[in-house]
């Protein structure tokens, strides 16, 4: 947690990630220390700490943002929305203005070829799926308006989108054309949330009559 006498302690948060995915991208994440990490960033190792629970996390600092998104699409979604129908919107929306956190930024390739390269960020990765489905699950199981499976659904609904966001990447590190590599991953998010909203919706479009 971040340092209550830190007034500035969101920036710093920034300021800290920002010189660490710096570093990273330019030596590999494997051969920069924590050590590095803050010196480059003018604090202390413990703050560093301070706001990240893992080195791992200073190149994943937008974890917390996609969390929050999950649970606001959830949260606020309208009455006629079911989860899956809620979570497909907001995938496409994602895709289509080609926001970061959907793989189709600009100039994400550096990162994405760290974070290949390095088994450290990979196994992060992998937990941090296991983290949004339980918090996904957390939350379906909080919403009154929800009487489905929440495990399944949440499981479900995690793994079609990181197989598309899989596949995205390994396009995007193959040198792909960037307006084709897009119309695939819209594409093939539609496919898997046509095949959720038929699976778990009775096959019914959610949302729709």
Known sequence: ???????????????????ATEL??????????????????????????????????????????????????????????????????????????RHVLSGLGEGVEPFMRTLMASPALIARLRLFASEMEEALRAELDADARFSGDSALTAALLVAAYRTVAVETVRRRLAGGDIDEISAAHLRRLTLAFDALAGGLCGGASPGVG
């Open 24 to 97: 990273f991208l330019e030596r590999g994440f494997d051969d920069v220390t924590i050590n590095e990490v803050a010196a480059a960033a003018g604090v202390s190792k413990v703050t560093v700490f301070a706001h990240f629970d893992r080195k791992e996390d200073l190149l994943f600092d937008r974890f917390p943002d996609a969390l929050d998104t999950m649970r606001t699409v959830i949260r606020e979604r309208a009455d006629h929305l079911d989860p899956v129908e809620a979570m497909r919107q907001a995938a496409l929306a994602l895709a289509t203005e």
């Open 1 to 19: 947690m971040p340092n209550r006498g830190d007034r500035g302690g969101a920036q710093t948060r920034a300021r800290i990630a920002s010189v």
